[in-house]
């Protein structure tokens, strides 16, 4: 079957990717003989569908794997999803609430039953569309973060942790959603900046009520919960005042003044509220001086019963009300605009509640220390290096995390309380009775683990831990990590200090942390912005390998990628000229009955021995790259050899060679080039696009098979995904008969013909001179070596330039009405009587110089004007800038050309 015009990607992807799952090729198994490449999946949450971010992290995921598959590793790609506790949970009460039920009437039990309901129609959604990517993962090892196996080794750890003293249970000022009911972690609180106010109120003191001490509050609500007001102790304006005791306004209750090192006397009045219950430096103020909390808001964020007369009201319209009767009893002293930064829920946004309340904790700073010196002795890589002192930071500044939540879907927390004498038990199987009083009467603890926390096991638990399998001993460490940064404390610093407490070692060796989509203006991709672009979407546009090759194009080591839907028509082009190339080359590859001649050096003439030089040098160029996970450098390192060497150059060499059915060895000659080189490529490309690249390779091989020309046995093979990585030629051509090696000086001496042939063809655009007319061409060496090597190849200069008169000699004299080039001190000289008017061309370019000028002239208008520097987006300046270059530039060149026609009047 012939390679079709067109390349239709939906005629492609779905029967490629089919023939690579019913092949068994994503499959691996433990094997000592192989060296394994592992990739454990970041596991998308069961309620995600494919987005950008997915798409980008993906697609790294499985060049890396696909590429270290090809260079003969046993690879193991693990998928899997996250439970998402609180993310799934909002999802599932939504949906009740439609069909007018809520989690509370129908108990938690029949509750979390709705949930694995719709987990198990919807939750794998978001893997089966990283199919529609071209994920190579090994699906038969699926893991889901709550599956038997999982849930296991999270009881596990949360025993061998507790036993290890590394979990505690307290009463703590933690991060409160009252849209959720749960406690977030710090990780999980993401903070922005709100314009609010700064309230200043009067205390006055209890046996002098005309005397008052001036507090300053952003949240003037949780002066209900007030327990003390506190100064520094060496503050000269509150020294005498320590130990009095004031009237709280509006509850009336008497508070003392307290002294406190931690209060900085520079903020508002330099005395400060202490409400314990409601803020965690206050919490901590209050420890230290034995002062009792006071919690006055409730876990949804209204006020407690025993708060005055704003019983059952939000905290905001509880805070409105509140300032007016401190206003209308002259409290308020005054109040100030504030700008401040106030934390919210990761999940759904609500502004969080510092809040008091029994949770379970782990201590960090020993699993931090191990990780630190983990990262000193070099265990772990991070690329971009720069991420490395991120992660450090975080670990020495690191608190104990906070792992309990109190929500239904989840890990159920493995603890025991007995009623008869409140003693909790920590087990792996449940409990019959207390192991202390030995009552039978034990209740299960309510709260659920973090979702983090079974994150974190992920290396090591989705590989059989706590048993110890073949496949943890095999695969365990894994190899890379692709993460986006957002994630490097909630999860890889996470996953590091529980694979070093647990498995005594790092779950990774490298880090690859990836930049984030933006859109085209650097703004984050939101549903509240409408700028998101839908993957799915443009995969059905493009086709996936447009979609990877594009993303990978824009992707700068770890930098941010500004994203349009236009971009992708970039990775589009380059597949439709790959594809182009392709079927030229299919057409191409007849068999002519010369198949069995054996070949020498001296057959393969100078642009063969240069295309499989560059071949060497992007071979070396890519693997390096992908070494050093610079995915770009590689991509833009093929698509330059691909389109503007091999395609726009080679092939275009070999035309003649091939059409020439006099010479048959010559075109057979040419014909191995060509399968060796688009083989190569096809194995090159093959992790980025491999879809088209693999429906290629089969016609090739098909194609090579007919013509008898195969060169390696790799062209055998029943997928492309399974050929070895191309490697530089240590033998010579394939490795057979032939001993091509690569030439740096062929390299450099077709730099410069193509050099010399770009120069003529600008002379031929800059004349406005059609493509098919032949020129006449002098060109002027000052050295009869140049000369001598300059004649050897006339005939590519006369088929490339498209000449008909070519004369190369040492000084030659500039012909008169003639445009000049110079290349290297080469002077190019292209005689224009005959070819042009003169003084029509003169015309033309003074037209075209008027009108660059005048765009000038308005381009620097704007530059000049100082408002616009002032208030334009710096992208909108900066491209007003490049104008003005470009446009200075092009206003050089057409004077040069003016001043060639002038001197040849």
């Known amino acids: 079957m012939e390679i079709p015009t067109k390349y239709n990607p939906k005629e492609v992807e779905d029967k490629w990717y089919q023939f690579w799952e019913k092949g068994n090729f994503f499959h691996s198994e433990p094997n000592p003989s192989e060296r394994p490449y592992t990739i454990v999946i970041p596991p998308p949450n069961i309620t995600g569908v494919l987005h950008m971010g997915h798409a980008l992290n993906n697609i790294l995921q499985d060049i890396l794997i696909r590429w270290r598959r090809m260079q003969g590793f046993n690879t193991l790609w693990m998928p899997g999803t996250d439970h998402a506790g609180i993310a799934t949970q909002n999802v599932v009460e939504k949906e009740l609430v439609k ?29 089966r569309q990283l199919r529609k990517l071209g994920c190579s993962c090994d699906w038969e090892r699926e893991r889901f973060t709550m599956d038997e196996g999982l849930s296991k080794a999270v009881k596990e750890a949360f025993v061998e942790l507790y036993e290890k003293g590394l979990i505690y249970k307290g009463k703590y000022i933690t991060n409160w959603c009252p849209r959720c009911l749960t406690a977030l972690s710090d990780d999980e609180v993401e903070h922005e900046d709100h314009e609010g106010h700064l309230w200043y109120i009067r205390y006055p003191f209890r046996d002098e009520p005309h005397l008052f001490v001036n507090i300053a509050t952003t949240r003037p609500e949780t002066m209900l919960g007030d327990v003390a007001v506190a100064v520094h102790p060496d503050d000269e304006r509150y020294k005498e005042m320590i130990g009095e005791a004031l009237k709280l306004p509006v509850v009336g209750r008497e508070i003392p003044i307290i002294a406190d090192e931690s209060i900085n006397p520079q903020f508002g009045t330099g005395a400060v509220k202490v409400t314990p219950a409601h803020d965690p430096n206050d919490f901590e103020i209050g420890k230290r001086h034995n002062l009792e909390p006071i919690t006055i808001i409730n876990e949804d964020g209204t006020i407690r019963g025993d708060a005055a007369n704003y019983t059952g009201m939000d905290r905001y319209e509880c805070r409105e009300a509140l300032v007016e009767e401190l206003k209308e009893k002259k409290y308020i002293m005054k109040v100030q605009p504030y700008s401040h930064s106030v934390g919210h829920c990761y999940r759904c946004r609500t502004v969080i509640e510092p809040y008091l309340s029994d949770q379970w904790f782990i201590r960090m700073k020993p699993l931090a220390d191990a990780a630190i010196e983990a990262q000193n002795k070099g265990n772990i890589h991070f690329y971009p290096e720069r991420w490395t002192k991120v992660y450090l930071s975080w670990l020495e500044n690191v608190k104990d995390w906070c792992i309990s939540r109190q929500i239904w879907w989840g890990h159920r927390i493995p603890a025991w309380q007995c009623k008869s004498c409140n003693e909790i038990s920590i087990t792996r199987e449940t409990p019959t009775k207390c192991p202390k009083c030995g009552n039978g009467m034990l209740v299960e603890e309510e709260d659920v683990l973090d979702t983090w926390f079974s994150s974190a096991l992920w290396p090591f638990s989705t590989m059989g831990w706590p048993e110890e399998t073949k496949e943890l001993k095999y695969y365990y460490p894994t190899s890379t990590l692709v993460t986006d940064r957002g994630i490097i404390y909630f999860w890889v610093a996470r996953m590091v200090m529980m694979g070093l407490e647990i498995r005594k070692e790092t779950p990774f060796h490298n880090v690859y942390v990836h930049g984030t989509i933006l859109d ?12 998101g672009i839908d993957p799915l979407l443009m995969i059905d546009q493009y086709g996936a390998d447009a979609v990877r090759t594009s993303m990978i194009m824009l992707t700068a080591e770890g930098q941010d990628i500004k994203l349009h839907e236009s971009k992708f028509e970039m990775g589009r082009n380059f597949i439709n000229k790959v594809w182009n190339a392709a079927r030229f080359a299919m057409l191409n590859l007849k068999p002519d009955g010369v198949s069995d001649i054996k070949t020498k050096e001296d057959d393969y003439v100078f642009e063969d021995v240069w295309i499989i030089s560059r071949l060497d040098s992007i071979i070396e160029t890519c693997t390096v790259s992908l070494e050093k996970y610079r995915f770009n450098e590689a991509i833009k390192a093929l698509y330059e050899f691909i389109w503007h060497e091999f395609c726009d150059w080679y092939l275009e060499i070999i035309k003649p060679r091939l059409y020439d059915s006099n010479n048959k060895k010559s075109k057979m000659v ?3 080039v060509l399968i060796y080189v688009f083989d190569n490529i096809l194995r090159l490309l093959h992790p980025f696009a491999p879809f088209f690249t693999e429906e290629i390779w089969q016609h090739l091989k098909r194609s090579a098979n007919e013509s008898k020309l195969i060169l390696t046995d790799t062209m055998n093979n029943e997928s492309l995904m399974i050929c070895p990585w191309p490697k530089t030629r240590p033998n010579g051509l394939a490795g057979r008969e032939d001993t091509i090696k690569t030439n740096k000086d062929v390299i450099e001496t077709m730099s410069l013909l193509q050099n010399m042939v770009r120069a003529i063809r600008n002379i031929r655009r800059n004349m406005s001179i059609p493509k098919k007319q032949p020129l006449k061409a002098l060109i002027s060496v000052h050295d009869k070596r140049i000369k001598s090597e300059l004649d050897k190849h006339h005939n590519f200069l006369n088929q490339m330039a498209n000449l008909d008169s070519l004369e190369i000699g040492v000084d030659l004299k500039k012909p008169e009405s003639s445009a000049s080039e110079v290349v290297n001190d080469i002077q190019i000289f292209v005689p224009l009587e005959g070819l042009i008017d003169i003084e029509i061309e003169k015309k033309r ?6 009108k660059l000028e005048s765009h000038l002239e308005s381009v620097r208008k704007k530059l000049f004007n100082k408002e616009f520097i002032r208030n334009a987006p710096n992208h909108i300046v900066n491209a007003e800038k490049d104008k003005e270059a470009e446009l200075l530039g092009q206003i050089i060149k057409t004077r040069s050309i003016l001043h060639d026609l002038d001197k040849d009047i």
């Open 845 to 850: 370019q003074l037209e075209r110089i008027n």
């Open 99 to 127: 069909k007018e039920l809520s989690r509370e009437k129908l108990g938690r039990e029949k509750f979390v039953e709705e949930v694995w309901k719709w987990k198990n129609e919807y939750g794998s959604e978001i893997l």
């Open 670 to 672: 040419a014909q191995k």
């Open 520 to 531: 085209e203006f650097g703004r984050k991709m939101s549903k509240s912005l409408g700028n």
